[in-house]
């Protein structure tokens, strides 16, 4: 048997199986599985080695542009495969299980990452990214970076806020006929309050979850961050203000309800100190408020 039909039987039987296959063995073929994760690949300069990501990845702009393979959380054993990658590198719940187990048993690297929701969890996944497509000195800039970003943006609330007023907010990521789902613990936006000091009436909560509308009154949220995926214009941001719950709280009888960007406000992103400015300036907004109400008496 000559040497190329040798070569052309032993990429047949590869493909056959499964086994990741490349046009150049020096460049790795990446899946990206978690918008978070894809985002930490780009901001470290391996955008170039991705072939494929899941449907919560589109930022930045040629993330959207690449093949989408599903939720990351029931990608399919042959759709990845598919693309011949030599990683598949996922954020924590990538699955299911046995899709993982095939995906390495067929010679392709497998990374989930399991981190904390937090800014130290960002970070840690940053690390971690970094290692594994060896941008290890991208990674230690762009770590530098956030934490630098962060520390600006506290410091710029507590320059800016009468923190004499103890805040306290909530988290609604849906708000639907069975009632408002909202983040607890362990969740990003649990994080983002923590760094502000803000208190999450929601935290005795464990992930997302509804929540009672007796516990939203008890917590009297002086202001409210909603997911960016759930408010679409002004009758949906009324809707919300006008819920049961929520109009008896002080942010619903003053509509202090904002929006965010659900890559950042529920994702681990780079754009931490993004997301910490708009929850920052809906606080300032919210101490205004307070501070006015308190002198017309109407506020203790």
């Known amino acids: 048997m000559t040497r190329i039909s040798m070569t052309l039987l032993l990429l047949l039987l590869v493909a056959g199986f499964g086994l990741p296959v490349t046009a150049n063995s020096d460049t790795p073929r990446i899946i990206s599985a978690g918008g ?3 985002e930490v690949i780009y901001a470290l300069g391996r955008g170039d080695w991705v072939v494929a990501t ?3 990845s589109s930022y930045p702009e040629p993330a959207g542009e690449v093949t989408k393979l599903g939720y990351f959380r029931q990608l399919s054993t042959e759709g990845v495969l598919a693309q011949h990658p030599t990683h598949l590198i996922g954020a924590d719940a990538t699955g299911p299980d046995i899709m ?3 995906v390495a048993s067929a ?3 497998v990374s989930v990452l399991h981190q904390p929701r937090n800014l130290a969890g960002l970070l840690s996944v940053i690390r971690d990214v970094g290692d594994i497509v ?3 000195t991208a990674a230690n800039r762009l770590i530098e970076r956030i934490q630098r970003e962060v520390t600006e943006q506290k410091q710029r609330f507590l320059n800016d806020a009468d923190t004499t007023h103890s805040l306290r907010a909530l988290f609604i990521v849906a708000n639907n006929d069975r009632g408002l789902t909202v983040a607890g613990q362990n969740t990003v936006p649990q994080a983002l309050f923590s760094e502000l000091n803000i208190v999450n009436i929601a935290e005795s909560i464990e992930g997302y979850k509804l929540i009672d509308n007796e516990t939203v009154l008890a917590g009297n949220p002086d202001f409210i961050l909603v997911a960016g995926h759930m408010l679409h214009g ?3 941001l009324q809707k919300l203000c006008s819920q049961k719950a929520v109009a008896a709280t002080f942010a619903g009888k003053h509509c202090l309800v904002q929006s965010i960007d659900s890559s950042i406000g529920l994702g ?4 931490f100190a993004d997301a910490l400015g708009i929850v920052a300036d809906q606080a300032k907004t919210a101490i205004r408020q307070k501070q006015t109400a308190s002198t017309a008496g109407l506020y203790p």
């Open 107 to 109: 010679g392709v690297q």
């Open 100 to 102: 993982l187990k095939q």
């Open 234 to 236: 002004e009758s949906a």
């Open 134 to 136: 060896n941008a290890e």
């Open 54 to 56: 899941d449907n919560t």
């Open 36 to 38: 978070s994760i894809t």
């Open 268 to 271: 681990l992103s780079p754009r």
